[in-house]
């Protein structure tokens, strides 16, 4: 009976090893990453911000439209997935002065300092027709950063209009114009790899202190990279179209503190 019993209590004891040692690993294995593009700078992120994109036709006052008018568009395509966001258009009021007439629509009650600004665009393939981005760090419809596209230069044969593709300004003392001829070929460069003038792309605004750095559509390395020209530190977020009206959606906004 003792050496049934002894046999009992050391089958037992294999049975726990074998289920310990077999639950080990199951406990440690690691979860996939997701299929998709790695961010080139990690920011200490906290939870995006998704911007309802109909609120601002709705006109509920989550959006400070400042110069604009906008237009949603229920058609097409772009319907098929319900993760997409509606397309907006962002149109320009009154009439152009001094070459610009800007259209920003903020987001109501949202200031950021540092952080990741994403969102796809669509502009058109038609020579000084298209300025569209986003505006960031703003007070008002006269004092802002933005980063802004034209499409139009995306893929253009003339090598001087090809490096004009994307922008950065600081409104009211840094206006395109003034860059340009002060400080040129720092502050618009190419877009690489660029896409064509009429297609949807995505961007990827980084702020990081004084330093402002453009990614588009999958780009390992950034179109452009900049030094920050304003003292303000915050300020608020939108779009921005200047002349003529751009196409927005997928609007993602992570602050870093």
């Known amino acids: ?63 400070e439209l400042v110069n604009a008018m906008a237009v949603l568009d229920f058609d097409g395509p772009f319907w098929e997935d319900p993760n997409i966001q509606p397309r907006l258009y962002l149109q320009p009021q009154g009439v152009a002065a001094d070459a610009s007439n800007v259209a ?9 300092t540092d952080g990741v600004i994403e969102v796809d665009l669509r502009g058109r393939d038609v020579d ?27 893929r253009t044969d003339d090598p001087e209009r090809k490096i004009h593709a994307v922008q950065y300004i600081c409104w009211p003392d840094y206006p395109w114009e003034y860059l340009r001829e002060n400080k040129n070929g720092i502050y618009e460069k190419a877009v690489n790899p660029a896409p064509l003038g009429n297609e949807w792309f995505h961007a990827r605004i980084e702020i990081s202190g004084k330093t402002v750095t453009v990614y588009v559509n999958d780009a390992k390395e950034p179109s452009l990279t900049v030094e920050r020209l304003a003292d303000r530190q915050t300020g608020k977020v939108g779009l921005f179209a200047d002349t003529v009206s751009g196409a927005f959606a997928n609007l993602i906004i992570t602050p870093a503190k």
Not at 50 to 57: A, E, G, H, S
Not at 132 to 143: E, N, R, S
Request: charged content about 10%; hydrophobic content about 55%; some cysteine.
């Open 128 to 154: 000084q027709a298209s300025f569209l981005g986003i505006a960031f760090h703003g007070v008002d419809g006269k004092t802002f950063e933005a980063i802004y596209f034209r499409p139009f230069n995306f």
């Open 1 to 63: 009976m003792k050496l049934v019993k002894l046999w009992f209590l050391v089958a037992v004891l294999f049975l726990v090893g074998a289920c310990t040692s077999t639950a080990a690993p199951q406990a440690t294995t690691a979860i996939p990453a997701p299929v998709g593009s790695v961010p080139t700078m990690v920011l200490p992120a906290q939870t995006a911000i998704i911007p309802d994109l109909t609120k601002m036709v709705e006109g509920d006052g989550s959006w």
């Open 104 to 112: 920003i629509a903020y987001v109501q009650g949202l200031e950021l």
